[in-house]
Every structure is written in C-alpha cells, then in structure tokens.
C-alpha cells in the first residue's frame, strides 16, 4: 500500500497538473481537433485502398479472388483517384481543421483562419509546377509542416489583429465583406515572411521546407515507433486516466502527428510493393494495446458479468456491448477503476503486456503492420484485420490477447469481489440491525 500511495501522491501532484495544463493548452486541442477532422477523409481513403490491393496473392487461382485482383488492376487510376483525394491529401484536411480549431480558441473567425493555414501550407509545400500542384507532400509525411503552417499563420494573424494592425471597415459594411479587409494584410505577412523563407530553404538546401521539417523530426519519428516509446506514452496514459482524467485524449493528441506520419509511410511502402517499416500505427495502438477500452477492459467486463456480486454482474453485462466498440466509460467510472487500489497494477501493466506482445509479433512479421486507418469504435477483432490489409493474424492475435488478459486480471477480480461482496454484508446488516435501533 505504501508503493501504491507514493504513486498516487506522486500523480497527483505532479504529473496530473501538468497534463490539465497541456490537455487545456490551445494548440493541444487545436492539433487533436484537426486530426479529428482529417479522420472521416482518412478511413475512407483507407478502405479504398484496401480495395485497390486485396488481400490475395498475385498468384492466386481461386475464382473470387482472381477477379477482384483483375478488376482492381483493370482499373487502378479509377479506383485510386478518390484514395488520393481522401488520404492522398490528408494534411491539407488537417491543417484546415487546426487553423479553425485554433482560431475558435482564440475567439477569432475560424473559417477565415482556416483558408489562411491552408494558404500557408501550400504556399511552402506545393509550389505550382508545370501546370499542377505537386501532391507529394500533401499526405500523411508532412503532416508536420501542415500542423506548424497552422500555428504560424493563426498566431501571426491573431497578433496583426490584436494590435490593430489590419484594415477597418466602415459599420456600415457588411460583416462578411469587412472581414475580408481584415485578413488582407495578415495574407499579405505571410507571403512576404512565410515564401522568402521556403525561397531560400530551397536554394540553400536544394529541399522544400515540408522535407526539411521531415528530417529535423526524423529522430522523434523514429524514437516513436521504439517499444520504450510506447510503454512511455501508455503508462502516461494509464497513470491519467487513474487519477480520474481522460488520457487517452491529452496522449493521443500529442502523439497523432507521429501515428499519421508513420502510417503515412507504411502506406508508401505498401503501394510501393516495399517492405512496410512502422510498427506504431492507430490500429496497433486502438485494437491491440487498449482491447475494450482503455485499460484494456474487455477481460475484466467479461469476468464482471458472471460475477457473484450483483453490483458487478450489473456493471459487467451493461458494460459488455460498448466494451466490444472499444468504449468502457461505463466500467471505469462505474466499478470504479478511478483510484481503485485493487484494480490500479492489472489497470496499468495489462495495456504493457499486450503493447509487448504484440510488438514482437509485428516487428517479428508475424502478424501485419498497420496500413490503414480505422474508426476506433470497430470492435478489435475486426479493426485490426482491417488495419492491416484484412488479414487473418491480427485477428487471431486480438483472441489470444483477450484470452492472456481475462487470466492477467482474473487474481485482482477475485479479490475485488470479495471486497464488494463484503461491503454488501456489512451494509445489509446495517439495515437489519436499523429497525432495532428505531424500537429502542
């Protein structure tokens, strides 16, 4: 208890703050508001080329199969025009999002806010040539440069307008006209800092600053995709959410740029036929770490179910349905796992357990790396599949982890129950004894 109490304490006073203070910070939710906007355009990108590229070998004989190969083959640019204008472009998505999100923040027109980003962003990332826009760093792989293109425009804007430095229309104009006065010399600022910069970038360097932005944060990309990284971000989280607040909104805020980059990547290398190089991508995080929920919760709603416990069984057969869509509110704050000794070290290690696992199984090839982004309600055993081009070990992977999990957490259950069921004993004979008392 003494372990438990100095981690409590220590949570509490220092790490809770601090993630409050990050998880309110303006750019922190403007980044995790934009990536939620980019996610319907990624998922259907991510279907489609599942489509394009079916799980079958190129060898294959079987009827089915044969003609699925054949017809996307056939018709590879048809199929592949709306891959590329959903996922294809994905940050152009994202930095929309986070200059709206960041603008609202700021109280200021988010609309107006969002073209400006987006005016940024391509200024730096695709410069025109021969006719076109260039669509090579419009994916996941700048994402980085759509993110920080954002921030810069946003916050160059909000200050030329705090200190009044943009054009004041007449009340008498109407609101829409007048604010396109207004950001005429904000778009003006950009241009003449933003271009000279990506100017100079390209002849000093011979790179755009989107490949530029790429290399700096090479080692942080990299560093991501290390077990240490992941066991770090989810203890982080773990640790969060047990002191009561979501962590898995302040992580994966800060951790989406990093996902999307390297899912990015992987998406190359399979088009490419290449070998696909990220372990850490949104299906391994959502469908094998946290099955259930956070925590990993599925096990323990599965053993609450038949609990002897009323209370439990009540909670574990609410819980069951949405454990199954990866949601789990209901148990956390229901049992609760909130600042529950009992529950705190399965609560913590299980997510650890099945983070390693499945690492090695997927580093090892084992089973597939993710390719493909998936609603994170879909229910494990299918996301994962999904994830990874619908294959068959992802799947099987999901059931042996359920498995190793319900045994991971069945000793601490046990002895939750019988705490619960104890405290159910004393209350009752709590209210037999009441009428007693009454008559005295």
Known sequence: MKLYDSILNFVEKH???????VGNQPHVRAMRDGFIVAMPFIIVGSFLLIFRFPPFSPETELGFARAWLDTAEKYDQIIMMPFNMTMGIMTIFVTIGV???????????????AALSLMSYLLIAAPLSEGGLPAANLGGTAVFTGVLSAFFSVELYRFMKKHNITIRMPEQVPPAI??????????????LTLYPFSVWVQMEYGMLIPELILAAFAPFVSASNSLPAILGALILCQLLWFAGIHGAAIVVGLM????????????????????????????FWDFYIFLGGSGATLALVILMAFSRSA??????????????FQINEPVIFGTPMVLNPTLFLPFLLVPCINATIAYFAVHSGLVGMGIATTPWTTPAI???????????????????????????????????????????????????????LAKA
């Not at 790490?15 to 203070?21: H, L």
């Not at 990093?258 to 190359?268: R, T």
């Not at 319900?406 to 159910?424: D, N, T």
């Open 99 to 113: 200059g709206y999100s960041l603008a609202k923040a700021h109280k200021m027109d988010g609309i107006t806010s």
């Open 382 to 436: 299918i996301g994962a599949s999904w994830g990874s081009g619908w294959t068959l070990a992802p799947s099987l992977l999901v059931v042996a982890l359920l498995v190793l999990d319900i045994f991971l957490y069945l000793p601490f259950f046990k002895m939750f129950e019988k705490e619960v069921l104890a405290g159910q004993e004393a209350t009752e004979e709590e209210k037999l004894t009441e009428p007693e």
């Open 311 to 324: 209370h439990l069984k009540s909670i574990g057969r609410m819980s069951i349905v949405p454990g199954f």
């Open 256 to 283: 989406s740029p990093f996902l999307l980059a390297n899912l990015s990547v992987n998406i190359d290398a399979f088009v490419a036929g290449e070998p696909i190089p990220n372990v850490f991508t949104q299906p």
């Open 178 to 191: 007048a604010r396109s006065f207004e950001v005429l010399l904000p778009v003006l600022a950009v241009l």
């Open 15 to 21: 790490i809770a703050p601090i993630a409050i203070k």
